[in-house]
Structures are given as structure tokens and as C-alpha cells.
């Protein structure tokens, strides 16, 4: 599967934005989803992630009642919907997948994801 991140931009402190990842190649409805960010200067961090059917989802601590990850099964796209952004949330978001015959896979593990996408640049001024 091919994946493309976008609907990054510069937003103000407080406010949204939703991204987007769209997927192509075997079927998307097989697919464990996750988004994922880098901040300049530190490691890849695990943001959501979101099971085959959309029925499960989790989400790190720092983003948890903020940011909501949804799909699209029948146009082949994954969101992230992002609310109450902060400065500390500027970084490059990046979309994966990982191919499960379990419909309730989630993880939080970058190992766990085989696809990634290029990448979609978020930031956030104060």
C-alpha cells in the first residue's frame, strides 16, 4: 500500500485542522492505521491508531481529548482530526499502516507498521 499524508499547514494556537491520509494499493479495510509525529530535533513520536473497521481507537496521553483518528474504508482514507492545537504540537505528522488479519489490532509501536507516508508539516505558533 501507498500512502500520502497531507493537510498540514501553519494555524494559530487553539485552533484545528484535519489531516488526511490516502491510501492506495490492496484493500484499505485490511489495514491498521496510525499517525505519528517528529519534532525537530527529537525522535518519532506515536500519536493514534485506529483498528481495520474504525470500531478502535487509541491515543497518546499528550494528544488524548484533543485529537480524534477516524477512516474511511470506502474511499481509502485515514484522518486525524487535531482541535486545541498548541506550539508543542508543530511537527512533521506522518500516516502508517500495517497489514492485520486481526480486526482489532491497534499498536502504538512504530515497528509494528510496515507503509508509511512522506509526511505533512503542522505548525502551531503561540
Known amino acids: 500500500v501507498q500512502l500520502q499524508a497531507f493537510g498540514g499547514g501553519l494555524v494559530q494556537a487553539g485552533g484545528s485542522l484535519r489531516l488526511s491520509c490516502a491510501a492506495s494499493g490492496r484493500t484499505f479495510s485490511t489495514y491498521t492505521m496510525g499517525w505519528f509525529r517528529q519534532a525537530l530535533g527529537k525522535e518519532r513520536e506515536f500519536i493514534a491508531t485506529?483498528?481495520?473497521?474504525?470500531?478502535?481507537?487509541s491515543y497518546a496521553d499528550s494528544v488524548k481529548g484533543r485529537f480524534t483518528i477516524s477512516r474511511d474504508n470506502a474511499k481509502n482514507m485515514a484522518y486525524l482530526q487535531m482541535n486545541s492545537l498548541k506550539p508543542e504540537d508543530t511537527a512533521v505528522y506522518f500516516c502508517a499502516a500495517t497489514y492485520r488479519r486481526d480486526s482489532y489490532f491497534t499498536s502504538s509501536a512504530e515497528d509494528a507498521f510496515d507503509f508509511w507516508g512522506q509526511g505533512t508539516l503542522v505548525t502551531v505558533s503561540s
Open positions: 485506529i483498528n481495520r473497521s474504525g470500531g478502535g481507537a
